[in-house]
């Protein structure tokens, strides 16, 4: 890192005559926070985020990045910079079911989308291709930009309680260096501090679910493992041998941290039995036995046990104090859900906090938030649950009568008899069900948000194919806006993604829209831009948004700043009169905001930090591939 963060501030930041400190305080610098963070900065509002920590993750935890979280680093200008720092996306997915990497493989999956048969449905579906790059690369990315935005970033500063009111948050510190406890006021306090989150505890979030319903250990190690690997890249390999796991997952596991170098080993305990014994030469004769190298050379970095949860608040908030990350959602990092959830958490939660401390909307936006995240992590939860005990049939040609199960069980496999044949399909089927974490696009990306931040649409949407595995792209509100090419600046192809979000509120119409665009003029809000497709910056001469738009070239959607359609006009509209009354009447809804003519100015709410810098719109417009 080149950039000097900030020292922790132990008082109060300038009195900017609004009574309050700072804006908003963000408890933890984890993916989630680390956004709510940035987000914040980048729109103008005076953020103060902390870490109990020295630094950022000693241990790489979360890695698999998918489509969507990508989108999030891409409306922040920041996904060139995760690149740079990840494994790229063709070299993620030949994961290995194998007796050992030096031994017999028994089945191979392509995973993340890397596959022929499902590669197209990820180019199509998004400007952004997955990458894997591990939560200790990705929080210095989110915490430099952050502070290079205005956001004051203060580490070993541990938060220890909180008070609020009808106006605001009392929020009291400790610096873990001097002892020295400190006070400050903001509008709200945002806690995406983890699993063990003290706030979520403190304002009584319910929760259903489940904790340390299995326990696994994780090895961080060293060793060039690229003669086993290089040849048929992955960043996970799943291994069957008699000595490589418990539990409902029963294998060992090798992830790879930095191709093909360090490594993460991984398998399953017994809680029962208790804490396994991780003693050096222990750890190294499993680590051996997982690479099938006996004398493979092994540097030990760290090693750490952890439980698998199922678990999941079923409220978000109280009053001007909101969670979210592992704070909220809690499962093990089976189909790679958990940073990319959170990230997820905080691009929604973020552009809703700077309206209403700009004054652009009212109250109940913020309601919103746990409206539309709380059935995410539900899902999310179940999903990454349910997919490790999908493995199950992966291990039934075992023999569990034999002295070597495992390799009993691959001379059933290999057979040339009826029974082997019926084993073989069996076998295979039971991989194809492994899809449903690997190769699930729909799970990725097909979230539907149900809200008053989304005027609905008429009837029930149809789905063409299964939900979990495929994308289905539409303009439905509550979706999505669908990726399609169009053509900018100095003939670059740009995302439909890339000319909505940033902070605002989006417009969109075509060449016959241009009730439209005298509407948004009319109306004159500082949050809201009017993209016209068709005119040069996103002209559309390969037809692609023509072929998923869903709506009259002279109809609308207003897209929020998330990249969600708040609300669409599917019918002509030419008249600009009606054109000004639908478009104030959504955005009003969408909003909590009176109508203009019942309203002040954003600049003479009370509520408008007049400190706040105006949104900035990062440079992300040039193509990605």
């Known amino acids: 890192m080149t950039q000097q963060l900030p ?29 709510a963070a940035v987000a914040l900065a980048t729109y103008g509002v005076r953020v103060h985020a902390v870490s109990m920590f020295p630094w950022v993750a000693n241990s790489p935890r979360a890695h698999i990045t998918n489509q969507r979280a990508v989108e999030v680093l891409r409306d922040l200008g920041l996904e060139g910079e995760a690149r740079r720092f990840a494994t790229p996306w063709d070299q993620m997915g030949d994961t290995l079911f194998t007796t050992s990497l030096a031994g017999e ?18 180019l199509t579906g998004s400007p952004c291709t997955m990458l894997d790059i591990p939560q200790p690369l990705m929080e210095p990315i989110l915490i ?24 605001g948050v009392t929020v009291r510190f400790r610096d873990n260096r001097s002892g020295h406890v400190f006070t400050q006021r903001a509008r709200y306090l945002l806690g995406f501090d983890g699993a063990r989150s003290v706030i979520a505890e403190q304002i009584e979030l319910p929760f259903e679910g489940e904790l340390a319903r299995a326990g696994t250990a994780y090895i961080l190690f060293n060793a060039d493992l690229s003669r086993y690997v290089e040849h ?64 493979l050379e092994i540097d030990i970095v760290t090693k750490s046990l952890w439980y698998v ?111 082997g044949a019926a084993a073989r399909e069996q076998l295979y089927k039971a991989l194809e069900l492994k899809n449903t974490e690997f190769n699930a696009q729909g799970v990725e990306l097909n979230q539907r948000y149900i809200s ?41 192809r740009v995302s439909t993604l890339d000319v909505v979000g940033h902070g605002r509120m989006t417009l969109l119409t075509g060449l016959s829209g241009a009730a439209w665009v005298t509407a948004a003029e009319k109306l004159d809000l500082p949050f809201l831009r009017t993209v016209v497709v068709g005119t040069p910056g996103a002209t559309d001469p390969y037809g692609y948004w ?62 408008y930090s007049t400190r706040a810098r105006p949104i900035t719109v990062p440079q992300t417009t040039s193509e990605s591939r």
């Open 452 to 492: 008053t931040a989304v005027v609905p649409a008429d009837g029930d949407e149809v789905w063409a194919r299964d939900r979990e595995l495929y994308l289905q792209a539409t303009t439905r509100p509550g979706a999505k806006i669908p990726h399609a090419w169009l053509v900018g600046t100095e003939g670059k």
């Open 309 to 419: 949860n199922q678990q999941h608040a079923t409220q978000y908030s109280r009053g001007r104090v909101l969670c979210g990350g592992d704070a909220v959602h809690r499962h093990p990092p089976s189909s790679g859900l958990g940073s990319n959830t959170s990230m997820q958490d905080a691009f929604n939660l973020a552009w809703k906090v700077a309206y209403s401390v700009k004054g652009y909307a009212g109250a109940d936006l913020l309601e919103t938030y746990g409206d539309e995240r709380v059935p995410v992590g539900k899902q999310i939860v179940a999903r990454a649950n349910q997919s490790r005990k999908d493995y199950a049939g992966l291990r039934e040609f075992f023999d569990r009568d034999a002295d070597d199960p495992v390799t009993a069980g691959l001379e059933k496999l290999k057979a040339p008899t009826p029974e």
């Open 232 to 295: 048929r890249p992955s960043i996970l390999h799943w291994v069957m041998n008699s000595k490589a796991g418990f539990g409902e997952i029963g294998m060992g596991l090798l992830r790879a941290i930095k191709p093909w170098n360090q490594w993460i080993a991984g398998w399953g305990f017994d809680m029962a039995a208790g804490e396994p014994n991780l003693d050096d030469d222990v750890v190294k004769a499993q680590i051996r036995t997982l690479v099938g190298d006996p004398d």
């Open 105 to 122: 493989e028994i089945v191979r999956l392509q995973t993340w989308g890397t596959g022929d048969g499902r590669s197209g449905d990820y």
């Open 546 to 607: 023509r072929q998923v738009r869903e709506i009259d070239e002279a109809g609308a959607l207003l897209v929020r700043p998330d990249g969600y359609i708040a609300w669409r006009q599917t019918d002509a509209v030419w008249d600009d009169t009606d054109a000004l009354h639908q478009l104030e009447d959504a955005l009003s809804s969408v909003l909590d905001r009176p109508h203009r003519h019942d309203a002040t100015s954003a600049t003479d709410n009370p509520d």
């Open 7 to 35: 020292s922790p501030i132990f008082e109060p930041f300038p009195d900017d005559g609004s009574g309050y400190d700072t804006d908003v305080v963000v408890v933890g610098l984890g993916p989630g926070g680390g956004i």
């Open 144 to 167: 430099n930009k952050a502070a290079e935005r205005g956001a004051i970033v203060s580490f070993d500063t541990e938060y220890l309680d909180h008070e609020q009111d009808a106006d």
